[in-house]
């Protein structure tokens, strides 16, 4: 039996997602870079929010993603990989700058490594 209630740490996760969203607003400019991060998968997109339309999008599903992955790899350096994919990504659609929307979870572990690949590549946040 879990020590927390899984119910209220969700609960919690969407009141900080709230919260960002309020602050952060995705333009042609300067898209928002949204992450969500599951039990065994990351995902990314790179999102206009005046237009409503997503430009850039990749995940630990996404072939490109597989083809580079190495046999047994922590889920750390995976997200790494994804984000250095998204960078190079967006650097081929001229996006080199976004705000980073960590979409409540903690800049922590895979989501701030997912951040750190993006700017090794080049984007700017």
């Known amino acids: 039996m879990p020590k ?11 009141k900080r997602k709230i919260s960002i969203r309020k602050k952060l607003f995705g333009t042609s400019e300067i898209p928002r870079l949204s992450v969500y991060r599951s039990l ?3 995902y990314a997109q790179v999102i206009n929010d005046t237009d409503g339309k997503t430009l850039v999008s990749t995940s630990t599903l996404q072939p490109e993603f597989i083809s580079k992955k190495e046999k047994k790899i922590k889920k750390t350096k995976e997200a790494f990989l994804v984000g250095e994919i998204l960078a190079k990504k967006c650097l081929k659609k001229k996006i080199d700058k976004i705000c980073f929307d960590r979409n409540g979870f903690k800049y922590h572990g895979r989501i701030k490594a997912l951040a750190d690949g993006a700017r ?3 984007l700017k946040f």
Do not use: F, T
Not at 4 to 14: A, C, E, P, Q, T
């Open 40 to 42: 065994k998968h990351i």
């Open 4 to 14: 927390h209630n899984v119910k209220k740490s969700k609960l919690l996760r969407i």
């Open 120 to 122: 090794k590549v080049g």
